[in-house]
């Protein structure tokens, strides 16, 4: 039953939450694959660098390659327009592909497209098809074809529009997947922003449609969100846009209130949302529950109803060019601080030894250590060598093997075994370095 699903491209946002979604699954084995040199070095196990660019005429000869190596079953597209491309070529692809038709796909990627579709519906802002329609100020100017609001602002007047037309009227080629520069003239809409994360099964049926806000953006990402009570209206948009778009798994729309109060469409996407990460937090696994129904699987929602925010900001994650088969670690303000376990510290100690580490904990521990380690909850059997010394004693003495590092919050103490045993040492902030994000 274990599927191998390639995600592409494995560095954006969107790929990163898939990655997390199914990262604990018994049912699937991730790749990435990357065009670029990204964060994804940091966090795929089973990474596939070197790809073209999707307008290159050899990525699909080289995506079929790298299916056919290391035999892909599934790939899962992370990028809006990777998702129109990987669907307009889905027959040439050597593995299923986790996206719906191209026909909803090309109406999703491009607001223009969206909005002549649905043209009629009550929640459809009023837009204009050229500057001359334009009598009130202030209007919103979008490209029709962009994700994470780049290049979308607030105009004010007449002169600012014309210039932000004139600034992008370039087009790219017709059968390139360039992004356009055509840009769409809407009303503002001073009202908040929300996303409405939503999924359709396999028979079209709309299991979930659950709203949330977006507190807080950066780079036209949501890093703050909330989950909100999803009321008639947000429903309402829902089932019109499934009833008339093919979608199939996880999608989802944005929309803003206008001066009345009422919902206006800002643009849809029949893909995962970046920060699906809020309500997976409640049950709903939308990047898993797509792979089943993709696989033909009929599926149910399991729904935990809670309130929930979501905050993210930058992690760090490291590459540090040293070998070692044997760690050296202190237990005071070390393996724990104060009365409580570290768990960063014992997350590493767990990681290394699944990696078969030789893991040496040596102590100058005031109490007796084996009921204090039995107290914390933390197992003998984790470590090669349990050594207890006295306090006037060196640790360096004990520190035998050479392909080793040293781990301990004395400054003192890193010095020592540095100046004698030439081994990397390391201070217990330091430990985040050596977490493996792989997977």
């Known amino acids: 039953m274990k ?85 307009e070529h889905a027959d040439e692809i ?27 519906e009550d929640f459809i802002p009023k837009y204009y098809a050229d500057t001359d329609e334009v009598k009130e100020f202030p209007v919103f100017v979008k490209p ?56 359709t099964d396999s028979h079209g049926n709309l299991l979930s449609c659950k709203l949330r806000n977006r507190e807080r953006i950066k780079t036209g990402i949501s890093v703050r969100s909330r989950s909100l009570g999803t009321d008639d209206s947000i429903k309402h948009i829902a089932e019109v846009l499934n009833e008339k778009l093919n979608f199939k798994g996880a999608w989802f729309f944005q929309v803003k209130k206008n001066l009345n109060d009422e919902y206006r469409l800002m643009e849809v996407s029949p893909r995962v ?44 994650a490291y590459k540090i060019d040293i070998e070692y088969d044997h760690i050296y670690l202190d237990y005071d303000d070390t393996l724990t601080l104060g009365n409580e376990v570290n768990a960063d510290a014992m997350r590493f100690v767990y990681q290394a030894r699944n990696k078969g580490k030789k893991i040496h904990l040596l102590s100058k521990h005031a109490t007796d250590l084996f009921v204090d380690l039995e107290k914390a909850g933390i197992a003998e059997s ?16 004990y520190i035998t093997e050479k392909n080793a590092i040293f781990i301990d919050d004395s400054f003192a103490e890193r010095k020592k075994v540095k100046d004698v045993c030439h081994i990397p040492v390391f201070d217990v902030d330091m430990i985040e370095s050596l977490i493996d994000f792989r997977t």
Not at 94 to 120: H, L, M, N, W
Not at 158 to 181: A, C, H, M, T, Y
Not at 382 to 397: A, G, R, S
Request: with cysteine; hydrophobic share 35%; glycine share 6%.
């Open 3 to 87: 599927k191998n699903v390639l995600i592409f491209p494995a560095g954006t946002e969107i790929a990163f939450e898939i990655q997390n979604s199914l990262k604990y699954s018994k049912f699937v084995k991730l790749f990435g694959g990357t065009s670029v040199s990204d964060h994804s070095e940091f966090t795929y196990e089973n990474l596939i660098e070197g790809f073209p660019f999707i307008d290159s005429p050899r990525f699909l000869a080289y995506l079929n390659d790298a299916i056919e190596k290391n035999e892909i079953d599934c790939v899962y597209p992370a990028h809006d327009s990777v998702c129109l491309f990987l669907s």
């Open 94 to 120: 050597k593995a299923q592909v986790i996206i719906t038709d191209p026909e909803t796909t090309s109406i999703c990627r491009s607001k223009e497209k969206t909005y002549e579709y649905f043209a009629g």
């Open 382 to 397: 984790l470590f090669e060598e349990i050594k207890v010394i006295d306090v006037l004693d060196e640790k360096y003495n």
């Open 273 to 316: 949302p970046g920060t699906a990460g809020l309500y997976r937090n409640t049950g709903v696994n939308l990047p898993m529950l797509t792979l089943f129904t993709f696989w033909g699987f009929n599926v149910s929602i399991v729904d935990n109803d809670y309130d929930i925010v979501l905050d993210r900001a930058f992690y760090s």
């Open 144 to 199: 029709t074809v962009g994700q994470g609001s780049v290049g979308a602002r607030k105009v004010e007047n007449r002169e600012e529009l014309e210039q932000v037309i004139k600034d992008n009227s370039s087009e790219g080629d017709e059968d390139s997947i360039i992004v356009s520069n055509k840009m769409v003239i809407c009303e503002y809409l001073p009202g908040m922003e929300y996303t409405v994360d939503c999924f």
